[in-house]
Each structure stands twice: as structure tokens, then as C-alpha cells.
């Protein structure tokens, strides 16, 4: 991955590799002693992967009471991942009417939704619910996890799997937008027309954040693509006012158990795993036939930047109604720890 990770694993020296996380006070606000700081604890998962250092990674500050908006935002730059989540807790009658008040930044800007921060949270957040061993069958607030996000609610349910812990989380309607013209799109991105597949409709979705979703035809192309950061974003300014990335999807995937392969390349980063992007393809793979309604289409990202990551999604339909967009996937502790301010 991206150098700017890496970097972020070498300078939290507080952190220890894969530990038991109720092994550490949560959310504590305490100063440490003889000192005037403010402790606040974190996790680091990886998302939408079984294994350790795979997937995407993200950090979660499990109790982020005390903290302003400038802090998130500088501890989200201090991080240096993708998205960072802060976890702002409630009295529990309020949380089981509203959900859990979950707020996500890049390390530019607040977001209102993502896929894999919302899934690495709830799983957090379930694993101190419950402690490590398996979800009782009583427990029913831990099976289903609502995180309130700036989006609105958006569910997430737990199973216990032989990979591991399984969440799937219930997106918010897909919202179906332009349809992009097929040559202009290959001119931004430096392809010849007949990469991109005729038959399908470049075009964009939303599930609480807007891609163009693209479908390359050959595995090879998809894997080779290189892009023009300046092409790429003049292109997406000039369509919406809003914040919009390309989400390439090949159904030439060499695996029968794969459903797509995707790249999430948003210059100057790629994404190893985009869970909001997973949810407006699988609205659009239902839309169009590419698959069936509410079936479980495995899709595999992230093998070009060697963090593969697995996204299992379905979508039902009604009429031509598209709805119940669902993205799930495992996810697995690395690492935890305390910041002080």
C-alpha cells in the first residue's frame, strides 16, 4: 500500500500487533499520570478481509466525547489512512431509538458515508459489546449494529462465520444519475472505446456517495490501467459540482468464484477496498441484468496494490425499483492504542 500507511504503522509507538481489544480502557478522557493530556483510545482494523494486513485499513476512536471538530479532523491527517471514524457514544435509550452517532474523515474532510469505515465500525463496536467469543443468540442488540451517520442510518448485522465474524450492512437507496458518454469517457482515461464494454451503461450511483461505474471488458485492461490524474479530474469536475469518482468493474475475472474484479483509482490514491462504490455496482449490476435480484455477487479488489479484499453484495428489485442495497465482508484487529493531545 501507499507509502503514507505504511508510515502511520511507525510512528504510533504506543500500539501493539493484534491484541485482545477489551483489554483496553475504552474511550477513556483520563490524563495520564503526572501528565496534562487527554487519552483518547483507538483501534486499527483491516476491512473486508480475513487476514491480518490485507483489505482496507481503517482507525476507529471508540470514544471521541471531548474531542472538537479541528481535533477529528487532525487526528484523521494524523493518521493517514483513508478514513478515521469517531465514535461519539449516547445515553443507551437514545442509541437504541437513534443508533450509534459515528462521524468519518478523510485526512482532508468529513464525509457522510463509506463502506468500509462503516463496516469496520459497527465491527468494533460489536466486539466490545459482546468481548471475543462468540455473539450469544440472546444478545440481540450485538447481532444488528445502527450507526447514525451523516447519510442517515444505516444497519449492520452480524453472523459468526468459519472465516471469521461476517457483517453486512443495509445501504441507503441507490440514487441512479447520468450515463456518461462511452468516447469521452475513454478519452479521459487514455483507452480505446472498445475496452470499455457496449452493452453497459457507464454510469452514476449513489448509495450516499456518487461514482461512475465503468465496466472494462478484459481483465488485462483493467489491470494495466494508467491514468491521467489531470484528464481524470477534469473530466469529473465538468460533469457535477459534486465529488465523483470512476469505479472500474471487469467481469473478466479468471475465477469462477469471483463476480467482478474492480480497481477504485481515485487520483492521486487507490483504494483497496470501496465499499460504498461495491454498493452502487450492485444496485447497477441488478438494474441492468448483470446479476439477479438478491444474489451474492463476490467482488474482488485491491490484488493490483497487494491488499486483496473481498466484498460479497445484493440488491432486490421491485418493478424497476432498485432497493435493499447490502455490502458485506469480515474484518480483523491489527493493532490499538492510545493518542494524547
Not at 314 to 340: D, L, P
Request: a neutral charge; proline letters at 6%.
Amino acid at each position: 500500500m501507499k507509502d503514507t500507511r505504511r508510515r502511520f504503522l511507525k510512528t504510533l509507538a504506543v500500539s501493539t500487533i493484534a491484541p485482545t481489544l477489551l483489554d483496553r480502557a475504552r474511550g477513556s478522557t483520563a490524563a495520564s499520570p503526572g501528565q496534562n493530556a487527554r487519552c483518547f483510545h483507538f483501534v486499527q482494523i483491516d476491512v473486508f478481509t480475513s487476514q491480518r494486513l490485507q483489505g482496507n485499513q481503517l482507525s476507529v476512536f471508540t470514544d471521541a466525547r471531548g474531542l472538537s471538530d479541528s481535533e477529528m479532523q487532525d487526528l484523521a491527517r494524523e493518521t493517514n489512512l483513508d478514513e478515521t471514524t469517531f465514535v461519539l457514544p449516547r445515553d443507551p435509550a437514545v442509541e437504541a431509538q437513534e443508533g450509534v452517532k459515528v462521524r468519518i474523515f478523510t485526512p482532508e474532510f468529513e464525509i457522510p458515508f463509506a463502506g468500509h469505515p462503516t463496516l469496520g465500525t459497527a465491527t468494533v463496536l460489536r466486539t466490545l459489546r459482546t468481548g471475543s467469543g462468540t455473539l450469544k443468540t440472546s444478545d440481540a442488540s450485538a447481532s444488528t449494529i445502527v450507526l447514525d451517520l451523516k447519510v442517515g442510518k444505516v444497519p449492520v448485522s452480524f453472523r459468526e462465520e468459519a472465516d471469521g465474524l461476517f457483517g453486512e450492512m443495509r445501504q441507503v437507496p441507490p440514487v441512479f444519475g447520468a450515463v456518461h458518454d462511452r468516447s469521452k469517457v475513454a478519452e479521459a482515461l487514455g483507452l480505446d472505446a472498445v475496452e470499455i464494454e457496449p452493452d453497459l451503461p457507464i454510469q452514476t450511483v449513489s448509495t450516499g456517495l456518487p461514482f461512475a461505474i465503468v465496466p472494462i471488458r478484459r481483465l488485462s485492461t483493467l489491470q494495466s490501467l494508467h491514468l491521467d490524474p489531470q484528464k481524470v479530474n477534469n473530466y469529473l469536475k465538468a460533469q457535477t459540482t459534486e465529488r465523483l469518482g470512476f469505479y472500474f468493474v471487469s467481469r473478466d475475472t479468471g475465477d469462477s468464484k469471483v463476480g467482478l474484479r474492480t480497481r477504485g483509482i481515485f487520483p492521486p490514491i487507490e483504494d483497496p477496498a470501496t465499499g460504498s462504490a461495491a454498493g452502487c455496482t450492485s444496485a447497477w449490476m441488478v438494474k441492468y441484468g448483470v446479476a439477479q435480484p438478491d444474489e451474492t455477487v463476490l467482488i474482488l479488489q485491491g490484488v493490483e496494490i497487494k491488499r486483496p479484499s473481498q466484498l460479497f453484495v445484493r440488491s432486490s428489485k421491485n418493478g424497476t425499483s432498485i432497493s435493499n442495497v447490502r455490502v458485506g465482508g469480515h474484518a480483523v484487529q491489527v493493532m490499538e492504542g492510545e493518542a494524547s493531545l
